[in-house]
């Protein structure tokens, strides 16, 4: 009965400690919750400097295959190549003038 009467005196005289500084119970709370968002704030901080790194990465991977494709269309797209194509696999040649049909369109 006196550790529960004990309990009772204690928990009454601390809210009547708080009650009788409401202002530094206030900034006590304050200062909780600044602490907190300096928390999440470095949390979130640290999340979008991890994805920003991510999609740079990304970025530069994109890059370079962008310019082994160009430097591919440049090698497929050469006309000597190919000229040389046409005739090896499919033994084609370019036409003399004799051979030449004009095709005359009404």
Known sequence: MTQTKTNFNLVAIIFSELARHPIRVLLFLMVLISAFAVIM????????????????????QLDIEWRHLILEQGSLTDHNRIELAMKKQLEMHRPSPEEEVVVRLR
């Open 41 to 60: 704030s470095s949390h979130h901080n640290r999340q979008m400097s991890i994805e920003l790194e991510a999609l740079m990465q990304q970025q530069d």
